[in-house]
């Protein structure tokens, strides 16, 4: 089973990144998948989910508007685009991937904002 991250970088306030996670080894479109970021010496914290078929989506109010989570089944791979970066935005993103008691995370990506 692999999550695999990918599109961190460096970017300016206001400009914009779109992450990408490739899964494998696991019945991707049976899952719910989900983004978490977490900054330095804080606690990881959820930012957005997507429901197995892709026809729910939910954010905290930190990100509503910015960000957009999105999947391809048949790509198995889920996106996250988030749009007028902030710097308190920046933070190691990870993929998450549930289903029942199975739990999957990815490795993390690291997206930084800043001038």
């Known amino acids: 089973v692999q999550l695999v991250e990918s599109g961190g970088a460096l970017a300016q306030p206001g400009g914009s990144l779109r992450l990408s996670c490739a899964a494998s080894?696991?019945?991707?479109?049976?899952?719910?998948m989900s983004w978490y970021r977490q900054a330095p010496g804080k606690e990881r914290e959820l930012v957005a989910t997507?429901?197995?078929?892709?026809?729910?989506?939910n954010y905290p109010d930190s990100v509503k508007g910015r960000f957009t989570i999105s999947r391809d089944n048949p790509k198995n791979t889920v996106y996250l685009q988030m749009n007028s970066l902030k710097p308190e935005d920046t933070a190691v993103y990870y993929c998450?991937?549930?289903?029942?008691?199975?739990?999957?995370w990815g490795q993390g990506t690291q997206v930084t904002v800043s001038s």
């Open positions: 997507i429901t197995d078929d892709g026809g729910s989506t």
């Open positions: 080894g696991f019945t991707f479109s049976r899952y719910v």
């Open positions: 998450h991937g549930n289903y029942r008691w199975r739990v999957y």
